[in-house]
């Protein structure tokens, strides 16, 4: 690696400091500034073009999310290095947010002495992840660029189907990724299957860490309308709720058990269900530009219900296979007759693949058979790739975050600019392709 690397330290005990000071000057690599709470690291590593922060997570105002964001800083990535405290429960949750090694403090002579290769092995791994497009975000000229061709508008966006096993809450995850971390747009994904939350899965987050899912943010609003008669859903109250996950992408996830379904928080009453959710999407509006929606299949539940009528676009989800497509049929007069018309509804057609028999054409042709029921268009067809997303699942890395985009992340990404149009860049940076297999789904998108 050529140059020399450059830090800032976010630390405050002196003994550490003092060894950290030493070996990296032996080392050749240089301190640019040693501050002591978060919001400084973070601006003075970018304005001082710091190469590497070194942090202790017990800054004040510490938060995993930083470290994405300085990997994502869109000039160049900025590797974290921890100074973790033993015994301490940090280094997991740091190194899932992208930081690139760590060392446990108080320092020894060991410890510190593993400090100069673990930095220059974090910076180079960071480049080498950025050469990849490995959560390569927009940047800002690239977006202002876009958006002077045509506007675009905050939206709610329900993804939505009838039928279980359809890929509707891979859709929903890697939608929001899209949204929050390569589109660098606030952005909140809320797990609403009554039915079977598990985006939670998808993201590797562990609900048994903490009381953060939808049934406690149900709890405290009651609560506190119990004493009050209103039942609203204060900034304060989501807030509290919602887990940061990375970039600027936040998470409410879903009940923790299926069971809790059933409880009376939501049965009881519900149109006070469903007003509690419509003001948590309301609130919402004001802290995060998109807001993606995993939903259930049973419309009768009342979240399920309050998320299709809240939603500005709803995204219905099928598979080339006649049982979902049936399933589809027997939801749309349903959803018509609910809604007045389908106008806010869209087709997503997963698992495309021209040998299966079935095209987009002849979907919207089946579903409106006879003119007797209108139909949505189908609004995106993502490409068949069942070994990729098993992988992302299995693994917790959504595909639209791997370094070189598959098929199935590139269409993914593509129906994410419908929405947002600077995410076209993403996709423009990607060297052309010859009219392969993915060629032959190009067509089929919304225009």
Known sequence: MSGKITVVVGHAAWNDLQLIGRVLEEAGIEILAVLSDAASLADQARSLGADCVLFSPTLPGMSPA???????????????VGLIPAGSGYAAEYQRFGMKGFVTTPLDHVQAGRLPALIQDAVRVAREERAA????PITAQEALQILDRGGWQHQTVAVYSPKGGVGKTF???NLACAFGILGQQPT?????????????????????????NLFTLYERVLTEGSRTGRYVVRSQTLQAQVVPWRGKLHFLPGIPKMHMAGLPEFVEDPQRTMDIFADLLREARGFYTF???DVGPDFNLPIHWAALTEADTVLVVLTPEVTAIDGVKDALPAL???????????????????RF????KEVVKYLSEDGRQRCPPVFAAL????????????TARPVVLEGKLSPLAEGIVKLAAMFYPPLEAVLRRKPARGAGLFGKFRGVFAE
């Open 291 to 293: 807001r993606v929606l």
């Open 336 to 354: 018509e007759r609910a809604f007045g018309s389908l106008q806010r509804f869209r087709l997503i057609l997963n698992q495309f693949d021209e």
């Open 383 to 394: 490409p068949y790739d069942p070994d990729g997303a098993r992988i992302s699942i299995n």
């Open 66 to 80: 930083l470290i994405q964001e300085l990997l994502l800083h869109e000039d160049y990535p900025i590797a974290a």
């Open 171 to 173: 859709i929903a995850a």
């Open 133 to 136: 497009r490995t959560f390569a």
């Open 188 to 212: 909140l994904l809320i797990d609403a299957d009554m039915s079977r939350a598990n985006a939670h899965k998808l993201l590797g987050v562990n609900l048994e860490e903490g009381p953060k």
């Open 357 to 360: 028999g079935i095209h987009p």
